[in-house]
């Protein structure tokens, strides 16, 4: 049975995890995505291409719903929505494209049940990646998700093959 992390316990655990030696590699996101602004206090689970329920979460009104290409979806915050997208008119009303730049990522050897920066529970399943680039808003990624959404780059963004 995986004990839930609260998040000092999670950032706890990031920061032992890091000072013992994991590796920690630059990634960014690369995938165009679809996203519609909430109208109404939406609620919204997060399920992943296996059908395994990652997380949930509430889209207050203001805040966009994404949609990434694999169907999973998720809420950001109407504040952090243009720092992380903008718009690709190129492929249609409602789609955009990242703009977030560089995040580290730790890739997580065991299966882990948290309390992440929206404050509910989200599981990452061992081989997932943890979003360790602000110690105070950490989130994972399942695996499949994460490498349809990411890739590998330098300190400036530039993707490595």
């Known amino acids: ?14 920061e032992n995890a890091i000072a013992n030696g994991a590796t920690v590699k630059n990634f960014a996101k690369f995938a165009r995505v679809q996203a519609e602004q909430a109208t109404e206090e939406t609620p919204i689970v997060t ?7 990652e997380t949930t979460n509430t889209a207050m009104p203001g805040d966009w719903i994404v949609t990434n290409p694999g169907g999973e979806q998720y809420v950001v915050p109407s504040a952090k929505f ?22 580290r990522f730790l890739e997580t ?8 920066s929206w404050g509910e ?8 990646f943890i979003n360790v680039s602000c110690l105070d808003d950490i989130y994972g990624i ?9 890739k590998e780059c330098d300190e400036n963004g530039n993707f490595i093959s």
Not at 47 to 53: A, E, N, P, S, V
Not at 142 to 150: G, K, L, N, S
């Open 109 to 116: 050897d065991e299966d882990l049940v948290f309390i992440c």
């Open 142 to 150: 399942a695996r499949q998700e994460f490498f349809d959404t990411y």
């Open 82 to 103: 243009p720092k992380k997208y903008e718009p690709a008119p190129e492929l249609g009303d409602g789609w955009f494209k990242p703009t977030g730049g560089v995040q």
């Open 121 to 128: 529970e989200q599981t990452i399943k061992a081989g997932g």
């Open 47 to 53: 399920i992943l291409q296996d059908g395994t329920k």
């Open 1 to 14: 049975m995986t004990t839930t992390m609260n998040k000092a316990e999670m950032k706890n655990f990031v």
